[in-house]
């Protein structure tokens, strides 16, 4: 694993000294790198500042490692909840003062307790899971150096997957050698799959920014630096591209894209919903 991508959302709070309340914070952490959450203070830094007083001065810890992620709760009575966003509830509590619990998600919401109404929660993408390399598996190959790392770590039971076959879709059906989707058209695209009704043009583009940057390492052809639409559509463009040469996206994998007003399925001839698998999906 490469390192995570932590992220807190606007108004929770900040990025060491910065005032609570404004943009969001991103921080990027590799392999042996730690990052401090909590209120914070002049003589207790945090790299993130979270507002609430109920939150400890020093709250917790996230240390990476060379394959996971580590969460330690410095709280002295309060548990923490880390939750998988694409688990259908799935969950971990950690208990107070546990030190370096193993966190295996590739998405989760860290979610610490308030005495408000609300609670105070960021998350944390761990976007580049080993996997065994296939031909060392029961054999000796393993003995012969170091662990084969997949160059594309995509889950297809992921939201993030799901737009990427909406992307890809029109040129994998033949409608259109040049065109890729807008946002708008993804969103309705997926609005008829059970998991993505509430799907969002924002959150649409996020996965597109997640996929990019952190799943597939792409850049607007070129090098230039346009403007924003500009540059967005670059993006979709080279992860489209990318995703077909390499056979990140096939055929089979329309199935998992509802079925498109006017279908009838037995006539649907590569995409289908009656035995599409819904997958787990990332709500937001």
């Known amino acids: 694993m490469s390192g995570i991508v932590i992220h807190l959302p606007p108004g929770s709070g900040g990025a060491g000294g910065a005032e609570p ?6 921080l990027r952490l590799g392999p042996g790198q730690v990052a401090r959450f909590g209120r914070g203070s002049a003589t207790t830094p945090v790299e993130l500042r979270l507002v609430d007083a109920a939150i400890s001065r020093l709250a917790g810890e996230i240390r990476v490692t060379d394959d996971h992620w580590q969460l330690s709760n410095l709280s002295p009575t309060h548990s923490y909840l880390v939750e998988n966003p694409e688990g259908a509830g799935e969950y971990l509590r950690v208990p107070p003062r546990r030190a370096g619990a193993p966190i295996p998600f590739e998405f989760s919401r860290v979610v610490l307790p308030t005495r408000r109404d609300t609670t105070v929660s960021f998350q944390v993408f761990a976007p580049d899971h080993v996997y065994l390399d296939p031909d060392a598996l029961g054999g000796a190959g393993g003995q012969w150096g170091g662990r084969t790392v997949t160059a594309y770590s995509l889950d ?3 939201t993030y997957f799901l737009v990427l076959v909406a992307l890809c879709e029109p040129r994998l059906r033949d409608e259109s050698p040049v065109a890729v989707p807008t946002t708008p058209r993804i969103v309705d695209r997926l609005r008829g799959h059970p998991a993505c009704g509430r799907l969002t043009a924002r959150a649409v ?18 090098g230039q630096d346009p403007g924003r639409g500009a540059r967005r559509n670059g993006k979709r463009e080279s992860i489209v591209g990318l995703a077909l040469r390499f056979g990140l996206v096939r055929e089979e994998h329309l199935a998992l894209l509802p079925l498109r007003s006017g279908t009838i399925p037995h006539d649907e001839p590569i995409g289908g919903g009656e035995g599409a698998r819904p997958g787990r999906h990332l709500g937001k």
């Open 21 to 26: 309340g404004g943009d969001g914070v991103t």
């Open 156 to 158: 297809e039971t992921a």
């Open 205 to 222: 583009s996020s996965h597109i920014d997640y996929l990019a940057e952190e799943k597939m390492r792409v850049a607007p052809p070129g």
